[in-house]
C-alpha cells in the first residue's frame, strides 16, 4: 500500500474530525486508590455516517444497534470512549448535552432549530482496579472533553487511556494515519484513535518489540530489538491479574461511505488488532471499533459490473489502510504511555 502518514499522524488528520480528553490522575494513584480514569470523545461537527464491529466477549457499549446498517439513522455526531466499564457510559450524557447547546443532533423541528437529538455511540474500558473503584467518568467528564475537542490532543495515559492497561505493560491511547498516494483512493486519508487495554501482551518477548512493528518494520517507529537484561524484566513481569479489559477505538476517513461501506471498514480494522496484540478478541476483552466517514471528500466510482457496489475498489483500499493504521495506533498508545499505579511503561523497560 502506497501510503504516508497525514501531516499529524493523527485520526484529527481526517478533515471534520476533532478529539477530546478529560481525565482525573493523582499522582499517588494505586491499584485501589486515587484517581485514575477518564474519558475521549471524537467529534463529528455537522454528522459523519457510521457502523460499529464489536468482537470481544464482554464488550460495554451504547447505541451499536442503531450502527446497524439496516436501522433508520444514518448519522452520528460524536463518539465516546471512556474507562469506568458500564458505569463510564454515563459520560454520553454529557456529550449530548454540550451538542444539544451547540445545535448538533438530528434537528427535529423545522420551527425550532434548538430541538435535535444528537447520537453519541459508546464503549468502555475496564479499567475500575486502577486508582479508587469508586471514582469513574460521568456526565461531567464527557461535557468536558466534548468541549474541548481540538485537532490536537494528548496520547498515551490521557482520556480513556488513564487507566489502561496492555497485558503487563501500562496501556493508553494512540493514534495514526495514512493518505493514500494512488488508486482510486489517491488523496484520501485514514485515521484511527485506539484506546489500549487488553488481557492479551502488546509486546513480542523473544525480541522486546511491539507486535504492531510487523507490517512496517521496527525501522519505521525508530525502534530496535531489546537487550537480554531489558528482556530479562520485561519477562519477569506478573501477567495481567483483571478478568475485564477491552481495547476500543474508532476508525475514520473522510472518503464518502454510506453505512454498509462504514461496516466493512469496521470489520476490516480488527484485522489491525490482531496484529498488535495476541490474543485478541478474547472472551475476556469486549474489543469494539467504529468507523465514520465524513464525506469531505467525493471519490468518483469506477465502471465495475452491476452485481458490485461503485465504491468497491475504492472501499477496498480503505480497508486496508485501516487495519494499518490501528496496528500503528496501537503501538502508539503502548510507545506513548507512561507509569501509573505501579503499571510499568514500555518507554521505562525499553528505553530509546
Excluded at 59 to 66: A, I, N
Excluded at 90 to 103: I, K, P, Q, T, Y
Excluded at 171 to 185: H, R, T
Excluded at 237 to 254: E, H, Q, R, W, Y
Amino acid at each position: 500500500m502506497h501510503s504516508t502518514p497525514g501531516a499529524g499522524n493523527s485520526i484529527t488528520d481526517v478533515a471534520g474530525v476533532l478529539v477530546g480528553h478529560h481525565q482525573t490522575l493523582d499522582a499517588d494513584a494505586t491499584l485501589g486508590t486515587g484517581a485514575a480514569t477518564g474519558c475521549t470523545v471524537v467529534r463529528l461537527p455537522g454528522g459523519a455516517t457510521a457502523s460499529v464491529d464489536v468482537r470481544g466477549g464482554g464488550p460495554g457499549t451504547r447505541e451499536t444497534d442503531l450502527l446497524d446498517p439496516a436501522n433508520t439513522v444514518r448519522q452520528i455526531h460524536a463518539v465516546l470512549l471512556t474507562g469506568g466499564s458500564a458505569y463510564g457510559l454515563s459520560a454520553a450524557d454529557g456529550v449530548m448535552r454540550w451538542l444539544e447547546e451547540h445545535g448538533e443532533g438530528i434537528p427535529m423541528d423545522p420551527a425550532d432549530a434548538s430541538r435535535v437529538v444528537p447520537i453519541v455511540p459508546g464503549a468502555v474500558i475496564f479499567d475500575l482496579p486502577v486508582g479508587d473503584w469508586g471514582i469513574r467518568p460521568g456526565a461531567d467528564f464527557g461535557y468536558r472533553a466534548a468541549a474541548a475537542a481540538d485537532t490536537e490532543f494528548a496520547r498515551g495515559t490521557a482520556g480513556a487511556g488513564v487507566g489502561a492497561q496492555a497485558g503487563a505493560l501500562k496501556g493508553g491511547i494512540g493514534s495514526a494515519s495514512v493518505v493514500l498516494g494512488e488508486g482510486p483512493g489517491a488523496g484520501i486519508t485514514v485515521g484511527a484513535l485506539i484506546v489500549a487495554n487488553p488481557v492479551g501482551s502488546v509486546v513480542d518477548p523473544r525480541t522486546g518489540l511491539p507486535w504492531g512493528v510487523g507490517t512496517d518494520g521496527p525501522e519505521f517507529f525508530g525502534l530496535r530489538a531489546a537487550t537480554p537484561t531489558e528482556l530479562a524484566a520485561f519477562t519477569a513481569l506478573p501477567g495481567k491479574s483483571t478478568v475485564l479489559n477491552t481495547t476500543i477505538g474508532v476508525i475514520a476517513t473522510d472518503a464518502a461511505l454510506d453505512p454498509v461501506a462504514c461496516r466493512r471498514l469496521a470489520t476490516t480494522a480488527h484485522d489491525g488488532l490482531a496484529r498488535a496484540i495476541r490474543p485478541v478478541h478474547s472472551p475476556l476483552d469486549g474489543d469494539t471499533l467504529f468507523a465514520v466517514a465524513t464525506g469531505a471528500v467525493e471519490v468518483a466510482p469506477l465502471p465495475l459490473p452491476a452485481a458490485f457496489p461503485p465504491d468497491l475498489l475504492l472501499l477496498d483500499q480503505l480497508c486496508t489502510a485501516a487495519a494499518v493504521v490501528v496496528e500503528r495506533a496501537v503501538v502508539d498508545a503502548v510507545r506513548s504511555a507512561t507509569s501509573i499505579a505501579g503499571i510499568p511503561a514500555y518507554r521505562d523497560l525499553f528505553p530509546r
